[in-house]
């Protein structure tokens, strides 16, 4: 297959959007059979679980070119089991996991030409996350989610590469002793975004906390 024409050497670690997304919706008790669609906008209600009481979850890993011109990802089947603790931790209905490595496929297959070539040192990055989609005004898990993966081709997380990068040993903390800290939750990187700029206005590359 033909890849996009980007510059997959400068391209940075951003957003572009890419072809499909797979979507799909738990309501009265169960999954939907979900599907692969070119709308990568979200409708929520004003009161969604996620938007009131943070109830999210997410992981990420990428997808390469091997040498011989096959894409390859790695053990997707650990993330889903991650990924099921996680929105355990928050009382979410778990995605399952046999369907997720499966989503996590199609949506790789769909999108297989923003792959980036082998050696260029860029990667697709996948997303698989899911949050609370119905109404919650009280602070309670909500009744319906949404389970959803993108795909966009990254560069390096850091500018300068592969290469070390300075640490500062920070005075804030993460994640609360015996709180959430294990689990890969939206509401614990919030909690780390003042930490983090806070050490690259002084000079370092990421918190050791």
Known sequence: MEKTNLDWENIGFSYRKTDKRY???FKDGKWDE???????????????????????????MKAY???????????????????EYSSKMLHMAPFPKDRFV??????VKANAKYVPPYGSGAALYIRP???GSSPTIGPKPADEYQFRIFTTPVGPYFKGGAKPITICVSDF???????????????NYAMSFHALITAHENGFDENMY
């Open 65 to 83: 070119s091997t040498q011989e011109g096959n894409i390859v990802i790695f053990r997707p089947e650990l993330n889903a089991e991650r990924m």
């Open 34 to 60: 979900g599907i692969l669609t070119e709308d990568n906008n979200i409708v929520l209600n004003e009161c969604a679980g996620v938007l009131q009481y943070a109830q999210t979850c997410f992981e990420g």
């Open 173 to 187: 903390d993460r994640a609360a002793p015996r709180g959430t800290g294990n689990a890969k939750l939206g509401l």
């Open 129 to 131: 996350y899911m949050f």
């Open 102 to 107: 499966d989503a996590v496929v199609q949506t």
């Open 23 to 25: 979507v799909a919706n």
